[in-house]
């Protein structure tokens, strides 16, 4: 079933009163009617919620403006998602998944202003990483102990293409060395990632998009959740690396984490730790 995400208003009261979270959850997210008052008389805040195509509420999140959760400095121009859940009645129908999909055109959309979107995430749920790694987020610091326990803090530039149907799968057997990813939109192929697996490496080699899609951002949406899906397929490969010999690509791997190692003798190299 299909979800989109809007603005709450009065007539969703009803609908979250009923909301359900286990007492697991509630560690990391609040039960939506604990923060809406303070939600709603802050300009700075924007309660959101989530709905099905037949009108059921089945999640909330509030964006808030200038946040700064304690232990981390990220600047003033900033959104962060906080008190993000999904209902514990409709969890386990990938409602989670598209809501991380959607977010990043959904803020830009509606605070055009701002740049830096982050949340936090429950440092020892892995499901939750490679669900936000799939929306294009980056993981830029763990905090062993944070306010609530072991953290992770993730940023997504919003000043980016964001390509939230794309799906990658591998076209491959796993044990072959010459791998082959595939960019999908929809059932449609719209592209493709070449790679070489050398041990607990794996090679970007080349990356293509078809011409009529190559306006929408697919490569950089690609390789931003290029290493959850390399987790998701290649239990043992820790490292993504590539070689940039045009210029012009050097963006598009180090807007998605991958960085030159300082006692790299080639300039060109660059590598991103797959686990971590």
Do not use: C
């Amino acid at each position: 079933m299909d979800i989109k995400v809007r603005k709450y208003n009065e007539s969703d009261k009803d609908a979250l009163q009923s909301y359900e979270l286990s007492d697991k959850q509630q560690i990391y997210s609040s039960l939506p009617l604990d923060v809406l008052n303070e939600a709603l008389e802050d300009k700075d805040r924007t309660a959101n919620v989530v709905v099905t195509d037949d009108g059921k509420v089945v999640g909330f999140f509030v964006l808030h403006k200038h946040y700064q959760h304690e232990g981390y400095d990220t600047p003033h121009e900033v959104v962060y998602v906080r008190s993000l859940s999904i209902n514990e009645k409709y969890q386990g129908n990938g409602y989670g998944t598209k809501v991380a999909q959607l977010l990043p055109v959904y803020v830009q959309e509606n605070f055009s202003q701002f740049e830096h979107l982050y949340l936090v995430v429950d440092g020892e749920n892995q499901g939750a990483w490679n669900l936000y790694e799939r929306a294009g987020f980056l993981h830029t610091a763990t905090k062993e102990e944070g306010p609530i326990g072991k953290e992770r803090l993730y940023y997504l530039d919003l000043d980016r293409n964001y390509v939230p149907n794309l799906r990658i799968n591998l076209a491959s057997d796993v044990s072959a060395s010459t791998l082959k990813f595939n960019l999908m939109l929809g059932e449609e192929v719209a592209g493709y990632i070449d790679t070489v697996k050398n041990g607990k490496v794996l090679e970007i080699k080349h990356i293509y998009v078809e011409e009529k899609h190559r306006s929408k951002g697919i490569a950089e949406s690609a390789i931003r959740q290029f290493a959850t899906i390399v987790r998701k397929y290649l239990k043992d490969v820790e490292i993504a690396e590539v070689n940039v010999t045009n210029t012009g690509l050097e963006k598009l791997f180090t807007g998605a984490g991958f960085v030159h190692p300082h006692d790299a003798e080639d300039e060109n190299y660059y590598r991103k730790l797959v686990r971590y």
